[in-house]
């Protein structure tokens, strides 16, 4: 991956229904999204020249705008042909596609109730998330001192921009301790998530992961529930307080960028990566390729 700055890189990027040059993307500060997070975006990865579960993504994403009270003006399928003319305009194969939309700037104050709405897709090149070499022997979390908000507060299940504050503070204080990421709690002290990813824990050959009820119940959550269950693993979705991570001997994160990756620690609680995860790791990775054809996994599911 490039070290230049990402407002500094070539290539050309979607914007408002427009390919325009990498350079000339730009808006003003005066930018409703800017000041007051009036912004949703997505996440998505290509392999192979396929962006993986991209009518998922376009889903979500409209329906993050729609829980912030705006309408994305394009359809699913505009949105979704954008993203495959982004990676192709730029010749990504494997890559990162970001959409994203946000308020414009008719209005400058908390209400905004007559600002255009616009729409912008960038892609990457992006290699694994986290150092692949390290993945099998696990990556080491902090406990966040941040918790994921109760839906009464905000609106959890939107992937809007507001919400990554409490991830982006999780991550700095993590990193500055040398951890790779943190594991957020939520409102009521159950374990949430990290700060891009979902996590999951095995405990005496079953699956464990908390129930999604004030987080985002990522896509590639659902694929690993998925995964594990074609795999005819037992799988359990609840309430889980930190101490049991106590007796919880497995532990990974799954999400988008991070894909499935191991996890040794989780503040003072160890984990050692074992079969299941080993499993699920290379099954999602299977699972990513393009196929012409269903893989006789799926064919039997
Ligand atoms: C906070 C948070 N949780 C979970 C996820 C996983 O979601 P997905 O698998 O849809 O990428 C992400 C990534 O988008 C995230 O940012």
């Given at each position: 991956?490039?070290?230049?700055?990402?407002?500094?890189?070539?290539?050309?990027?979607?914007?408002d229904?427009?390919?325009?040059?990498w350079?000339?993307?730009?808006?003003?500060?005066?930018?409703?999204?800017?000041?007051?997070?009036?912004?949703?975006?997505?996440?998505?990865?290509?392999?192979g020249?396929?962006?993986?579960?991209?009518?998922e993504?376009?889903?979500?994403?409209?329906?993050?705008?729609?829980?912030?009270g705006?309408?994305?003006?394009?359809?699913?399928?505009?949105?979704?042909?954008?993203?495959?003319?982004v990676?192709?305009?730029?010749?990504?194969?494997?890559?990162?596609?970001?959409?994203?939309?946000?308020?414009?700037?008719?209005?400058?104050?908390?209400?905004?109730?007559?600002?255009?709405?616009?729409?912008?897709?960038?892609?990457?090149?992006?290699?694994?998330?986290?150092?692949?070499?390290?993945?099998?022997?696990?990556?080491?979390?902090?406990?966040?001192?941040?918790?994921?908000?109760?839906?009464a507060?905000?609106p959890?299940?939107?992937?809007?921009?507001?919400l990554?504050?409490?991830c982006?503070?999780?991550?700095?204080?993590?990193?500055?301790?040398g951890?790779?990421?943190?594991?957020?709690?939520d409102?009521?002290?159950?374990?949430a998530?990290?700060t891009?990813?979902n996590?999951?824990?095995?405990?005496?050959?079953?699956?464990?992961?908390?129930?999604?009820?004030?987080?985002?119940?990522?896509?590639?959550r659902?694929?690993?529930?998925?995964?594990?269950?074609r795999?005819?693993?037992?799988?359990?979705?609840?309430?889980?307080?930190?101490?049991?991570?106590n007796?919880?001997?497995?532990?990974?994160?799954?999400?988008?960028?991070?894909?499935?990756?191991?996890?040794?620690?989780?503040?003072?609680?160890?984990?050692?990566?074992?079969?299941?995860?080993?499993?699920?790791?290379?099954?999602?990775?299977?699972e990513?390729?393009?196929?012409?054809?269903?893989?006789?996994m799926?064919?039997?599911a």
């Amino acid at each position: 991956m490039s070290g230049l700055p990402f407002d500094q890189r070539d290539g050309v990027i979607w914007f408002d229904g427009e390919m325009v040059a990498w350079a000339d993307a730009k808006l003003h500060v005066l930018t409703h999204g800017l000041h007051y997070a009036s912004a949703v975006f997505e996440g998505e990865r290509a392999y192979g020249g396929r962006i993986f579960k991209l009518d998922e993504h376009t889903r979500r994403l409209r329906a993050s705008a729609e829980i912030l009270g705006f309408d994305i003006p394009y359809s699913v399928e505009d949105i979704n042909r954008a993203c495959e003319e982004v990676l192709a305009a730029n010749h990504l194969v494997d890559g990162y596609v970001r959409p994203i939309a946000w308020r414009g700037s008719e209005m400058m104050g908390v209400s905004a109730q007559h600002n255009s709405i616009h729409l912008a897709i960038a892609a990457w090149e992006w290699p694994s998330y986290f150092d692949p070499a390290q993945r099998l022997k696990g990556i080491r979390l902090d406990l966040a001192q941040w918790r994921r908000p109760d839906p009464a507060t905000a609106p959890a299940k939107s992937k809007a921009a507001g919400l990554y504050m409490i991830c982006t503070l999780s991550k700095h204080a993590a990193e500055r301790k040398g951890y790779a990421d943190a594991l957020m709690l939520d409102w009521r002290g159950y374990v949430a998530e990290a700060t891009g990813a979902n996590v999951f824990f095995v405990k005496d050959g079953v699956i464990h992961t908390p129930t999604p009820d004030c987080f985002l119940d990522g896509i590639t959550r659902r694929t690993v529930i998925d995964l594990a269950r074609r795999r005819g693993y037992e799988l359990i979705e609840r309430h889980i307080m930190p101490e049991e991570m106590n007796d919880l001997s497995e532990c990974f994160i799954c999400g988008t960028a991070a894909e499935v990756t191991p996890v040794s620690e989780i503040g003072p609680y160890g984990f050692v990566p074992g079969e299941i995860t080993k499993t699920l790791m290379e099954d999602y990775l299977a699972e990513v390729q393009p196929r012409a054809e269903m893989s006789p996994m799926a064919a039997s599911a």
